[in-house]
């Protein structure tokens, strides 16, 4: 069968791919060291120990090019990978384009989202350690929810520490959470000394990403039995995601097909690291293929942020990072793609995207509601709204195309499902939802904050 009679490309279980891909193998210029926020002095293994599986640790700063996924997650993967990728015909027909448009749909897996690829993993490691309990935080709440599952399967207890304008936004991810044996709280909370001087100073406070991190590190790092779990940004989180895209390369491979242009979103970097770090050494050897990260204009972090060293929180409990940044202290709106508000981006997106290896686009809330309705319309999808970013971003680079009357195979990233987003859908269908300007005096109001190194 021809690829344009094909509207979904299944690899078979057997191809499921047996190693993770380490970009940092690869990297023309390796990453600069992750800093103790104490010392300011390169950290050790021992530094993050406290709060991290050893495995882990070993994973993040690893330069193997593939680190073998144990057989225990590969079984647990097999219950929804390989992932589907689909041919967009109907997207197509309504864009009157001549490319051919390609999506991973990562909504297929038991909580809706590409997550679980690094849940699993991370709790497999805490859990073959003897880690009891885990903390982290949640933006939207895929990840929350991917860890709830992922702990319920190796029986240890979930605490998740939710963004407070998610979690009233989206109350239903709370309760997905329960389902799986998690316990989630609106962050800041009461529970933690980082929570309560957030409050102390203020009380309405939407809270942020880097503010529930404080909180589930501070809460990791005050007992013995518990372990922190981060779900986007660092290393082996990337690492875990990597599957998506050599699932990618194998699929297109079926059909005699290769891309020109692989976009994701990008909030934290992992559901864009995840399609596009296999592709880096194509590229390296001269495949002319480009790799493009879609964030919101509301949270610009690769378009307007510096590439400095930050803390990943707002308080300075964890390491500072050379990443592009906003400033820990930085606020983002609460626009609905909630994913996708983070100060920071992952290190190693960050010198890829320095190293030009990478681009970066933001685009606008209404835009990126606009291209989801669409999407939805012609393919029967609902889409969370993190992964419509990647969506927009498509749609421009087919009408681009289009003008410029050439023809280029896209693919892109469908990180998750919108099903428990539809509030924020409800919002943009009566005209509720708002485009945030994002300006240099904000941005240098939070830069301000930035740590002296």
């Known amino acids: 069968m021809s690829r344009e009679e094909l509207t979904k490309i299944i690899l078979p279980e057997e191809k499921l791919p047996k190693y993770w891909y380490n970009v940092q193998a690869d990297m023309p210029n390796p990453l600069e060291p992750g800093l103790n926020p104490k010392t300011k002095e390169p950290l050790t293994p021992a530094d993050l120990e406290p709060i991290f599986a050893k495995d882990l640790i070993e994973q993040e700063v690893s330069t193997e090019r593939y680190i073998e996924i144990p057989d225990e997650i590969r079984e647990l993967y097999k219950k929804w990978r390989p992932a589907p990728l689909f041919r967009a015909h109907g997207l197509e027909k309504a864009l009157d384009t001549n490319c051919r448009i390609y999506y991973k749909y990562e909504g297929v897996s038991p909580v809706g989202s590409h997550k679980l690829n690094s849940a699993l993993a991370q709790v497999y490691y805490n859990k073959k350690q003897g880690i009891k309990r885990i903390t982290t935080e949640t933006g939207a709440g895929q990840w929350g929810t991917a860890l709830s599952l992922a702990c319920q399967i190796f029986d240890v207890e979930c605490m998740v520490y939710m963004v407070k304008v998610s979690f009233n936004q989206k109350p239903y991810r709370k309760s997905f959470m329960q389902m799986y044996g998690g316990k989630c709280v609106a962050s800041p909370s009461e529970l933690t000394e980082s929570g309560r001087s957030i409050l102390a100073n203020n009380p309405d406070s939407p809270g942020t990403l880097a503010i529930a991190i404080s909180e589930a590190v501070e809460d990791a790092a005050s007992r013995e039995d518990t372990n922190y779990s981060l779900g986007s940004v660092l290393n082996h989180v990337c690492l875990h995601q990597t599957i ?20 994701g979103a990008v909030g934290g970097g992992s559901n864009f690291a995840g399609i596009a770090f296999p592709f880096i050494p194509d590229k390296l050897a001269g495949k002319n293929v480009r790799l493009v990260g879609v964030e919101p204009s ?3 972090t690769l378009t307007k942020g510096v590439f400095a060293y930050d803390y990943g929180d707002v308080v300075g409990h964890t390491p500072m990072l050379k990443m592009y940044t906003l400033g820990h202290n930085y606020i983002p709106p609460g626009i609905h793609a909630g994913g996708l ?17 990478l681009e970066a686009v933001a685009v606008r809330q209404n835009a990126v509601f606009e291209a989801a309705m669409l999407f939805s319309q012609t393919e029967g999808i609902l889409p ?3 992964s419509s970013h990647a ?11 289009q003008e410029e009357g050439v023809s280029k195979a896209i693919v892109f990233n469908v990180g998750g499902h919108g099903h428990l987003d539809l509030s924020a859908y409800d919002n943009y269908l009566t005209g509720k939802t708002e485009d945030v300007e994002f300006t240099d005096e904000i941005l240098q109001k939070s830069l301000d904050s930035l740590p002296k190194v």
């Open 298 to 300: 509301a949270c610009p």
């Open 391 to 401: 969506i927009r971003a498509t749609i421009d680079e087919a009408l681009r195309a």
């Open 244 to 263: 998506i895209g050599q699932e990618v390369k194998l699929q297109m491979e079926m059909i005699d097909e290769y891309p020109d242009v692989v976009i």
């Open 341 to 357: 508000r983070y100060h920071g981006q992952s290190p190693l997106i960050s010198q890829l995207y320095y190293d030009e290896l």
């Open 384 to 386: 969370a709204p993190e």
